[in-house]
Structures are given as structure tokens and as C-alpha cells.
């Protein structure tokens, strides 16, 4: 099991927490340990996030809490009663899940122990869960900064080779069945996890002009790299489905087929290496051109089997949607490669690629 950041960083936040809360004489500190546990988020900006929904919270839960407290005593009814009006209060706030948590934890914790100088005990355990949150909250910000750039683009590649890899062999006839069918679900899956990665990305915050810039152009760019590997999954799921139809085609369009993918697959990967500076571009403009030939062949073809009626109408309506997204995926490769062209033309000085190399 590998150690994470974030594993990491709720330790450090827990330590940080409870040696504070030591320092400043409160007790017990494990109270300032929990609520450190629900404030760690993966990212800067989010803890930031997280930290105001979370005092908006416990200022709404301890205010409950001593007011139910003061007002109707410290029975289990009455401390389930204010816990239900904070949900409701704070989820009509639309603040997050883990704001709830915490302010729930802070009602229990302040109303569960009647004793004579409430209001000094209350303010005192208050103190304790906020302590926690701001240990997080620094422990966040100065330890292990998330590198959601490196991450994201290797999770791209990563998941794109694997789909390429898959679709090279579905075109060869070298597809172990029953592997695909594990492996479709696992790698849709991997895709709606890249899709919170790249939120992740997007809520980091740059407060430079040029910094602005460029992680907007990155932006652009990264979006449209998912776009591209959805597009090449579809086809794999595609070919999976219509694979008997395909295999009963004319072998001179399984052939082109194979070719054309062959090239656009080969094209995506270059793409891919062109934006870690690893690809001369000149290859990638002559790979660009063996694609669009490639189209034109595959199109004129596929319309010339059925109007001299080498496959019925039938056939022809199956092999449609392969051809169709195809031909999506040749254009949306296509719109990724100009905008790596545009990124690293335009302000070249500002275009500056940070992707680190991969640690093992």
C-alpha cells in the first residue's frame, strides 16, 4: 500500500492539532484531532473552502448547542432536536457534508457534558474543534503542495495507452474477450476519477497575471486531452459491440479501418509526447497529413461499398456508427493538436510545461 499525501498530511494536521491545543492549555486535545480529520481536502484552494463552510458551521452548531442547552437542559431529546435544526439549517446554507459532520460533532461535544460554567466549558470546546480546523488548514497549505498537473497528465497517458493498447488489438483479432469485457467497466471508472482530478487542477488558484494565463491556455488543453481519450474509449466500446458486423466487412475496409486507426492511435500518442517536449514537431504535422488521406480513403470507400452494393443496407447501418466515430475521433485529435501548437506558440516565454518526471 502506497503512503498518499493526503494520509500523510491528516497525520501531521492531528499531531499539529493536539500539540496546540496542549500549548494552549485545552483539554482534551483528541477533541482537536477530529475535527482536523474532517478539514484536510486534497487541495489548497478546497481546504480553503472547506475551512469558511466549517466555521460558518461550528458558529451555527455551538450557537445551537448553548442555546437548546441554557434554554431546555442536556437530555438526549433535546441535543437530537438541535442537532436536527443545524441540518437544516446549514443544508439550507448549502454548505458540504463535512461541515455537517463537524458541526454535529460539536453539538454532542458541547451539550453531552453538563456541568456548572457551561458557557465557559461550551466556548472552550468551540475553541478546541476550531483549533483542529486551522491545524489542517496550515498543514495544507506549507506541507506537500499537490502537483495536480504531473498527476493529471500521467493519468492521460496512462489511461490512453491502455485504451490504444486495446484497440490495436480488437483490430488485429487478438482480443481476449472476457479480459475486455473486466476491463471496460475498470477503465469508465478510471475516466469519472480523471474527471475529479481535473476539477482538482481547475480549483487551484494562481494569483499572477502570468500564471492566470497560462494555467487557463493548460486548462484548454487538459480538457480537450479528456475529450480526445473519451472519444478513442467510445470507439473501443464500439468495436467491442459491432465486432462480429466488423469482422464480416469486406477485408479491404477491416484493412483501412485497421490502417486508419493505426495512424490516428500512433497520432494521439505523439500529441501526447509533444506536450512534454518529447516530439519534434515535424512529425506530428507528417503523421497529421498520413491521417487526413487516411479519412478520405476510409470515407470514399465505406460509401462505394454500398452503392455498388457489396453490403446490404443492413450491414452498412452497423458499420455506421464505426466509421462515424472514427471519423469524431480523427477531428477531435485534430483540434488537440492545434491547440499543443497554439499553447506553445503563443506567449512562448509564459508557456511553461511543469510536468515532473514519474517517481516509482
Known amino acids: 500500500m502506497k503512503l498518499g499525501a493526503r494520509i500523510f498530511k491528516t497525520g501531521l494536521s492531528i499531531v499539529l492539532a493536539m500539540y496546540a491545543a496542549a500549548w494552549a492549555g485545552l ?16 487541495s489548497i484552494f478546497k481546504t480553503y473552502q472547506t475551512i469558511l ?3 460558518q458551521a461550528n458558529v451555527i452548531g455551538a450557537a445551537i448547542a448553548i442555546l437548546f442547552a441554557v434554554t431546555f437542559g442536556h437530555d438526549p431529546v433535546i441535543i437530537g432536536t438541535a442537532v436536527i435544526l443545524a441540518i437544516v439549517i446549514i443544508l439550507r446554507l448549502k454548505l458540504e457534508s463535512s461541515a455537517i459532520s463537524l458541526a454535529l460533532v460539536t453539538i454532542i461535544i458541547i451539550m453531552g457534558n453538563p456541568q456548572e460554567g457551561f458557557l465557559f466549558f461550551a466556548f472552550e470546546r468551540f ?13 495544507n497549505l506549507i506541507f506537500l503542495p499537490p502537483k495536480h498537473e504531473t498527476k493529471l497528465y500521467y493519468k492521460i497517458s496512462d489511461l490512453t495507452e491502455e485504451v490504444i493498447r486495446w484497440i490495436r488489438l480488437i483490430t488485429r483479432h487478438e ?16 475516466i469519472i476519477k480523471l474527471d475529479n482530478l481535473f476539477l482538482l487542477y481547475k480549483e487551484e488558484r494562481n494569483y499572477f497575471l502570468k500564471n492566470k494565463l497560462s494555467k487557463g491556455r493548460k486548462l484548454v488543453v487538459f480538457k480537450q486531452m479528456i475529450v480526445t481519450l473519451k472519444k478513442s474509449f467510445v470507439i473501443l466500446k464500439t468495436f467491442d459491440r459491432y465486432e462480429n458486423e466488423i469482422q464480416h466487412m469486406p477485408d479491404r475496409m477491416q484493412k483501412l479501418i485497421k490502417q486508419q486507426l493505426d ?5 494521439h500518442d505523439r500529441i501526447l509526447l509533444r506536450y512534454v517536449g518529447k ?57 488537440l493538436d492545434t491547440l499543443v501548437e497554439s499553447f506553445f506558440s503563443y506567449h512562448k516565454s509564459d ?10
Open 27 to 42: 483539554e482534551p486535545s483528541f477533541f482537536a484531532a477530529i475535527s482536523a480529520t474532517f478539514a484536510i481536502q486534497p
Open 53 to 55: 463552510e466549517q466555521i
Open 127 to 139: 475553541s478546541l474543534i476550531m483549533l483542529g480546523v486551522f491545524a489542517a488548514f496550515i498543514v
Open 175 to 190: 482480443t481476449n474477450q472476457q479480459s475486455l469485457k473486466k476491463d471496460i467497466p475498470l477503465i469508465n471508472e478510471s
Open 263 to 267: 495512424y490516428l492511435t500512433d497520432y
Open 279 to 335: 516530439v519534434n514537431i515535424h512529425l506530428t504535422e507528417e503523421m497529421a497529413e498520413e491521417v487526413d488521406e487516411g479519412r478520405e480513403s476510409l470515407t470514399d470507400l465505406f460509401m462505394d461499398l454500398y452503392d455498388h452494393k457489396e453490403i446490404d443496407r443492413e450491414e452498412w447501418l452497423h458499420i455506421l456508427p464505426v466509421v462515424s466515430h472514427i471519423i469524431e475521433y480523427n477531428e477531435q485529435l485534430e483540434h
Open 351 to 360: 508557456n511553461n510545461v511543469d510536468i515532473e518526471k514519474r517517481t516509482e
